[in-house]
């Protein structure tokens, strides 16, 4: 792998994940894909740093019930952005560049114009919800999803950035965009919330213009810059037979990721009828874990572009072999994770806060989410696989499986003799169930493509 691996072009690329080791490949693929994890998990982590000593308690409570909100109206870029990965992927795979690149043009506009939609839905959300709360945090929920409204159209762009460049094979993408997103979020978390004290407020504002800067960056990457991958939009008009496979792989992943946040909305509905501490802690411990629940994740989207690119090329064996490789150092990765988190965990959410009674419910709920990593880890990277085969009906079933049946549920029946613990318990419970269940569902998989690509595109 030379040093100019930045500036490979998509055949290049291809022609390194079909032709080298399989594990050499998922390592490379991997590397950025772990660092982008990391990264990407600093970002609530300061963000929890900034309000929870900041802003303090009842706006860190908000900000925490806010995400899952936020986050089911982003459900039509996670499914396009899968699309994305699951069809461009193939298509470079068996080397129609042409046809890859005129449908990552369609999932671009579709994308922006989903984004649009949903803002106003975010805005009529946040009236409603925010009435049949705990009175102490109604207000800022309000606020916080009303103002965010116009960071999620430009939330929309980057999810499908990163399905596209990952489908190329290109990780490295978007982990520079998500380097250069921290950085902003940052300094501008210093500027509205430290420095003028706009709590809420400041914490929408950091998130637009960061959103803003990398929305311009974004662009000029995709339709602006030299580049043999450059999109063109001139004389764009929407594809029929495009669009259809966009819904139809499209669709189970947009329905898994709403169904997920709204299930993790529910399991805070039932956390802040315990009060704003119990909620707080509840967030401390989850913008912690972030870290741990992200790395070993991060090696399903690399499963995905080997997996899509593999069984284009009619490699099946190999696209096995990446996803049996991707969940063992999915695995291991979790395990030294735990290694590192547990014994310093206490010392690691007083950074947060100081307050005895938020404090307690951190430590115990980090102690406990910590230890489900490894079955999250080995969950999502077969998801990846699944999603690589163009079979995203799989991931739709184990989402629900893991969130709805083997959580939400769990919760509800152990929430009498647990209290709140509930919650945490219930995670450690379902991400172990769900990947067995992952498990057993891949193996019987057949390692060929679900998808129905055009004659034009496997001919080209």
């Known amino acids: 792998m030379r040093l100019g691996f930045l500036h490979q072009s998509t055949a290049q690329r291809r022609d390194l994940i079909l032709n080298g080791s399989v594990v050499n490949t998922i390592l490379f693929l991997s590397a950025p894909t772990l660092m982008l994890g990391l990264v990407q998990s600093l970002m609530p982590l300061m963000d929890g740093l900034f309000i929870n000593n900041v802003a303090g308690t009842i706006v860190a409570s908000a900000v925490t019930y806010s995400e899952p909100i936020v986050n089911m109206m982003s459900a039509f870029a996670q499914g396009l952005s899968v699309a994305a990965m699951a069809i461009i992927g193939q298509l470079n795979g068996r080397g129609s560049f042409a ?4 449908t990552a043009v369609q999932i671009v506009v579709a994308g922006s114009l989903f984004g649009l939609l949903s803002a106003p839905l975010l805005f009529a959300a946040g009236a409603v919800i925010s009435g049949a709360i705990d009175r102490r945090i109604a ?6 999803l009303s103002l965010y409204s116009f960071v999620l159209p430009m ?8 399905g596209i460049k990952n489908a190329a094979g290109k990780p ?3 982990f520079i965009r998500m380097v250069l997103m921290l950085v902003f979020k940052i300094a501008f978390n ?21 959103n803003v800067l990398i929305t311009v960056w974004m662009f000029f990457e995709l339709f602006v810059k030299a580049d ?13 037979a495009i669009v259809r496979e966009l819904a139809r792989i499209g669709f189970p ?4 990721s709403f169904l997920l946040n709204l299930g993790f909305f529910l399991i805070n509905t039932e956390t802040q009828k315990y009060g704003p501490v119990v909620l707080n802690g509840q967030g401390i411990a989850g913008n912690i874990t972030a870290v741990c629940f992200i790395l070993p994740g991060a090696f399903g989207s690399a499963v995905t572009t080997m997996v899509s690119m593999q069984v284009g090329a009619g490699n099946g064996a190999k696209a096995r072999a990446s996803c049996l490789i991707g969940s063992l150092v999915s695995a291991l990765t979790a395990v030294l994770v735990i290694a590192a988190v547990v014994p310093l965990s206490s010392r690691i959410t007083t950074l947060f806060t100081r307050q005895v009674d938020v404090l ?6 980090l102690h406990i989410y910590t230890y489900s990593v490894v079955g999250f880890g080995i969950c999502m990277t077969i998801q990846g696989a699944f999603i690589g085969l163009g079979r995203t009906k799989a991931p739709l079933l184990l989402g629900v499986l893991r969130i709805w049946f083997l959580r939400y549920l769990f919760i509800l029946a152990t929430e009498r003799g647990l209290g709140f613990y509930a919650v945490f318990w219930g995670n450690l419970f379902s991400n172990y169930a769900a990947a067995l269940i992952s498990i057993a569902l891949i193996m019987r998989v057949r390692w060929v493509s679900n998808l129905k690509l055009r004659a034009s595109a496997r001919a080209a």
């Open 253 to 256: 992943a947009m329905l898994t």
């Open 139 to 144: 207000g800022d929920v309000f606020l916080y």
């Open 99 to 102: 046809e890859s690149k005129r």
């Open 360 to 365: 307690a419910v951190a430590d115990r709920a």
């Open 228 to 240: 043999p991958d450059r999109l063109e939009l001139r004389g764009f008009r929407f594809d029929p």
């Open 190 to 210: 210093v500027v509205f919330i430290y420095v003028f004290r706009l709590g809420i407020l400041g914490c929408v504002l950091s998130s637009f213009v960061s």
């Open 155 to 162: 939330a929309f762009m980057e999810s499908i950035y990163n």
């Open 172 to 174: 490295e993408a978007p």
